[in-house]
């Protein structure tokens, strides 16, 4: 099976750099994925790593080690607004029935203070 | 930009009650998940559709939940009886095939409470 660690929770200030980080045990890896979601809202997709080595979106990058199972997310410029759950969550090999999965972790609440 | 939609937002029900929710995929999304989120948790696949196939249903309660999807698009999920462990965030997420297949869009969900 599947599973995921990553920290429950972060506290950074405005404007500073946070890394959450993310590791994984799982069979037929295809790639990690961030997702975030503030309270009461719906998930929605940051990021994407299939191959080793850091993804950069606006504020946001992405990182993957295939070799050590483990991913982290960086964010930038920290804005009140980034204050919100941040799940990873690991795309591989479904184990019946072929194609593929995401099995997400159990997310890390970032929180952005003054 | 397109969304998917999702409805009802909020559903109070009595337990051993029947219970349903609808998903609307974003246009052209092939494949529709079902996913419930307990709060403080990540979410968990509850069945994945591949047009109007099931691809997964291996985590679907099947005692009590049902899933449909019959001409491919919009989907339904139904719980009968529910149960008060059923009380969670149920959300819809759809995804195109191809290059950029793994980016799920997800609706706003149906907060269940049952009483």
């Known amino acids: 099976g599947q599973s995921l660690e990553q920290p429950s929770e972060v506290t950074a200030v405005e404007g500073a750099i946070v890394q959450i980080n993310c590791t994984y045990q799982?069979?037929?890896?295809?790639?990690l994925s961030w997702y975030q979601q503030h309270d009461g809202g719906a998930p929605t997709f940051l990021s994407y790593?299939?191959?080793?080595g850091l993804e950069e979106t606006g504020r946001f990058s992405s990182f993957l080690s295939r070799s050590d199972s483990y991913g982290y997310l960086l964010l930038q410029e920290l804005q009140m607004k980034d204050s919100a759950s941040y799940f990873c969550?690991?795309?591989?090999?479904?184990?019946?029935?072929?194609?593929?999965?995401?099995?997400f972790g159990t997310g890390t609440q970032l929180k952005v203070e003054l | 930009e397109a969304e998917v939609a999702q409805s009802p937002r909020y559903k109070i029900t009595e337990k051993s009650q029947a219970v349903a929710f609808w998903c609307d995929p974003i246009?052209?999304?092939?494949?529709l998940y079902w996913y419930r989120q307990i709060l403080g948790q990540g979410p968990e696949l509850l069945v994945q559709?591949?047009?109007?196939?099931?691809?997964?249903d291996s985590q679907l309660p099947k005692d009590r939940f049902s899933a449909e999807r019959l001409k491919g698009v919009d989907s339904t999920l139904k719980i009968q009886p529910a149960e008060l462990g059923d009380s969670a965030m149920y959300l819809c997420?759809?995804?195109?095939?191809?290059?950029?297949?793994?980016?799920?869009?997800f609706g706003p969900g149906t907060r269940l409470t049952v009483t």
């Open positions: 559709f591949q047009d109007e196939s099931v691809v997964d």
């Open positions: 997420a759809s995804s195109q095939m191809g290059v950029r297949g793994y980016e799920q869009y």
């Open positions: 246009s052209g999304h092939a494949t």
């Open positions: 790593n299939a191959l080793d």
């Open positions: 799982t069979s037929g890896f295809y790639g």
């Open positions: 969550a690991v795309r591989d090999r479904r184990l019946t029935g072929g194609g593929n999965k995401l099995t």
